[in-house]
């Protein structure tokens, strides 16, 4: 079956209100009804628990409790580099911005001014740059680290749909990434401006970041910006690398951009290689 063929249904579910449903679900505290449907997960996924701050699987009251659980302190150390890998996950595609246009899948590509909300200025600061979009499966830790050190700008909500984001959906439906609904969050660091876009799914319930907390819902249908430099009147946010920046609640997508001539991609990177958050993404060609 082809990729299109196998994500004709995904048109016609009526993903918001699955994704709703979903979120009310995974926020509700049932006790033992809450603890089997973990251990289930647990086992259906392969989720390492040893590594989990945590390991006790009935401890935990709601399944997003369980979901964003933190790991335990040295789990993912910190490799010697400029730019650190943010997440656990697998790579989905990275490398070299062609003018506007983000590599997706073989036939599929969109533009940076489309991932970003329509803004061609903030675009722009990207034209002939690099990107690495990061897969989250349900099995992996779903909390977002800092690449590098960055100041937080701007955070825009962009509403959008709700297709689901794994491999086949990537290849089949096109310009998902700047389709489904996400939150981009614009950065300066020693290394330039880059953003950070966090891409919600079918079944994603939310998206949340330790400045704001949680973003969505609601789901207001109109794109929502934030400032935090000197015009917006929000307290600053400095982030270490390293440093949590944010969290799903279920899996999904994180796009990157940087500017052209800022990085060199860990030459160990590759489409769908695994990936762990603390490991070398790359080092800074300036």
């Not at 006790?31 to 997960?41: D, E, K, P, Q």
């Not at 825009?156 to 389709?179: K, M």
Request: aromatic share 10%; glycine share 10%; charged share 20%.
């Amino acid at each position: 079956m082809s990729d299109r063929l196998a994500v004709l249904p995904q048109y016609l579910l009526p993903k918001q209100a699955l994704t709703i449903l979903a979120g009310k679900l995974a926020s509700a505290e049932a006790g033992s009804l809450t603890t089997s449907v973990i251990r289930w997960f647990v086992g259906r996924y392969g989720v390492n628990m040893d590594e989990a701050a945590n390991p006790d699987i009935a401890s935990y009251k709601s399944f997003n409790e369980f979901f964003t659980r933190p790991l335990k302190a040295g789990a993912r150390p910190q490799a010697e580099a400029h730019f650190l890998c943010p997440v656990d996950g697998a790579i989905s595609q990275f490398g070299p911005i062609e003018r506007d246009q983000i590599f997706q899948a073989k036939g599929h590509s969109y533009s940076t001014t489309a991932l970003v909300g329509g803004d061609r200025e903030l675009a722009a600061q990207f034209q002939d740059g690099a990107f690495a979009t990061l897969y989250l499966s349900p099995r992996d830790y779903h909390r977002i680290h800092m690449p590098c050190d960055g100041r937080l700008t701007r955070m825009i909500y962009v509403p959008g749909e709700l297709f689901s984001v794994n491999p086949t959906t990537a290849r089949g439906v096109p310009g998902l990434f700047a389709r489904n609904e996400r939150v981009v969050c614009v950065f300066e660091s020693a290394f330039g401006p880059f953003v950070l876009t966090l891409v919600g799914a079918t079944i994603v319930g939310s998206m949340a970041t330790v400045w704001h907390g949680l973003i969505n819902p609601p789901r207001p249908g109109v794109i929502r910006e934030w400032r935090y430099d000197t015009a917006g009147g929000n307290a600053a946010v400095n982030l270490k690398k390293g440093q949590e920046m944010g969290r799903f609640l279920l899996g999904s997508t994180v796009v990157m951009l940087f500017p052209k001539n800022t990085l060199a991609f860990n030459p160990d990177w590759a489409p769908a290689r695994a990936i762990r958050m603390g490991e070398a993404m790359g080092s800074a060609t300036a």
